[in-house]
């Protein structure tokens, strides 16, 4: 992997510092996306809220449990929670 510009390692560290609330916005941009959406790409959606809320460090349990449900009204008042624990 080349070297990063000092201003390109800027730009990555601040992604890295932002992850968590970047994630989150994605997990509320998410819903919308699935209440859209049918048949495989509602599918792979799904998929990709389960593989937020591991990124999020969500128990696999609970982030199963989410994707189970398949119930799009609840991933905003998840995406809120987690970002209280953010404390942004």
């Known amino acids: 992997m080349a070297d990063l510009t000092p201003n390109q390692q800027k730009i990555v560290g601040r992604y890295y510092d932002n992850f968590e609330a970047i994630k989150i916005q994605k997990l509320s941009e998410l819903a919308t996306e699935i209440y859209l959406a049918e048949g495989k790409k509602q599918d792979r959606l799904w998929k990709q809220v389960g593989?937020?809320?591991?990124?999020?460090?969500?128990?696999?349990?609970?982030?199963?449990?989410?994707?189970?449900?398949?119930n799009p009204a609840i991933l905003p008042g998840i995406a809120q929670e987690l970002g209280r624990k953010l404390g942004k």
């Open 51 to 70: 593989e937020i809320l591991v990124a999020l460090k969500v128990p696999q349990a609970q982030a199963d449990h989410v994707v189970a449900q398949k």
